[in-house]
Each structure stands twice: as structure tokens, then as C-alpha cells.
């Protein structure tokens, strides 16, 4: 048996390929592992694996140490068992990245998407949102008492952008190479975090429900035509497909709660904005978050008020547990 807790520290530093009798499967894996306990892999799959499906799992970062398990394609997971639970004792991530609810929190959401997308090890930490607007419980590790903040041995940084910074002294791409880009791609990221505020508080990020908001008002507007313009600028100039070129960098990921938050609110840009808000969508990273939101079992009624207000409900996407 898997332990509770392990689900609550996720090391995203293992990638896996799985081989299967009938065909050879590769897919990446995410693994939650407590130092001693078993691990278990949750795995995206676009096809679903052959039910009762023995593989073995190579993990990376233990050194190619194969990992034997049986997949369980109604749960999604694969619980595996280290041949020497002692190796993974030897695996260190000193950083951890606290985060709230990922149905809720788009800060939260935009370093673990980056982090997730490059492949940064990183444990993650899930403190839940609590009624109201204080969270008292983000003082334990956060100086401002907010979602995200990422401590890293003595380091502490608490600010999704400053995240990115952070990383990117250690870490190539999180910012694309080329300075005219990365200048861009710097200018986009510090928008969206200073910017957009009807975006921001006329649409709460949500990622299970969608929201008839009926017609915008002028602010939200205003906001929705400079997204368009600032996203087709960097698409036209770099060539996309994402905002500052070919590769996926913290740019997007700042960008990637505004595509939940568009899919959301039924908001609409031109072709080519909206071709790039699918693109964010469907990344791996992106889309693993959302599902994960969507599955989280916790509501949280200030925020689903928020998202919610006098406005209707169309659909939610936690169907099995719909809001009461
Ligand atoms: N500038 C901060 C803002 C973070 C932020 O506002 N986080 C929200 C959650 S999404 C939060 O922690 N709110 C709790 C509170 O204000 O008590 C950043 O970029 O990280």
C-alpha cells in the first residue's frame, strides 16, 4: 500500500519508458515517492495501456534501476516496487515548491508548469486554500504568506516570477536564447503579473467549471484586446508556435491559467489567439495540471464564489461530484 502522504510530495525527476509484451510503450511518468515507500506512477496516456499489463519501468534518475509493476488503467496509476528501497533514499531534491489547490490557484500553477515542462526536479507541496481571504497557513514557509513560493535549501523565493529568475540562473530555457526573444518573453511574463486586472478579477481561475458571463464589460475588453495583440506580436515575430519561438518557455507558462481562464469564461480573441490558447491547453504540463485540478476533491466556496457570482453555470467538469 501506497501511503496517503505520498501523494502530497510529487519528484517529477523520473522519466520512464514502459515495455510491454505486445508492443513497446514510451510515455513519461510522473512519480510520487516517500523516502523507504513504494512508488507510485501516475501516467498520462493518450492511449489507453492494455489492462493488466505487466512493464518495467526504467527510471532515470536511479541510475536505469528497472522498476516492475502492473499498470491499473482504471486509477491511472502503476504502483511499483523499488527492488532496493534503499536507492531511493539516495535521491535528493532540495527543491520544494509549495503550491495551493490547483483547480483554484493560477499562481501557483505558472512555476509548476514551467518546472513540470522542463523537466526541473522539484518536490511539490500542496497546502489547501481555507475559507476566507487570509490563508494563515501559507506563513509556515511564505514570508508574504502567499501561493507559490519555492524553497530551495536556505533559499527562499516567493514570487512566481521571481521562481522563474531563480531558475533560470541554473536552468537554460527557461527563457528563450536569443536576448531580442527573451527581452519579449521577459515583457510578457511581467505583464501578465502586473497586468490584466479585469482578466484577473472578473474571471477567477477555475479549471472545472464553464461560466456564461453573458457580454464583457469595457475593462475586460480593453484586456482581452491587448492579450490578442501582445499574444499575435510574439507568434508573428518569433514564429511560434509558442509566444517567443519554438520552445516552450516561463512566457507560456504565465500565459497558461489566461487559456483556462478563456476556456472558462466562454472569452473569445481572433484565430491565431486562439489557436495559441488550444496550443497552451493541450501541453503536457498544462493539461496534466488541469486534470489534476478537475480530480482534486476539495472545494473551496470562497473561491468557487468568486468564479461563480451572479453569474450561470454551464457545465462542471467535476461531474462525478458535482457542486451542491
Ligand atoms: N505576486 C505573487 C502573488 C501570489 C498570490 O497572490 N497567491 C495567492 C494564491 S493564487 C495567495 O497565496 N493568496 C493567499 C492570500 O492572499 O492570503 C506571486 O506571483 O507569486
Redesign the pocket.
Known sequence: MVPETARQVRCRFVRCSLTGIENTRHQDFTVFCLPGADLVVRYQCRAEPVPGFYCMAQAMSYSAVPLFGVLSPLRRRMYVSAPNPMILKEVSVSRHLYI?NRN?????MRPWVLMHALDIPFNEIMVPFVHG???PQ?DAFSPT????CLVDGEVTV????AICEYLAEGTPGVWPEAPTARAFARCAAAEM?SGFPALRNECSMNCSLTIDMGTPGDALEQDLKRLESLWCEGLDRFGGPWLAGEAFTAADAFYAPVAVRLKGYQLHLGEQAMAYAARLLEHPSVAVWIAEGIAEPDREMSHENDCIRDRCVVEDARIASPLT
Open positions: 495551493a483554484y490557484s493560477s499562481w501557483s481571504d487570509r490563508q501559507f504568506g502567499k501561493v507559490p516567493w514570487d512566481s516570477l503579473h
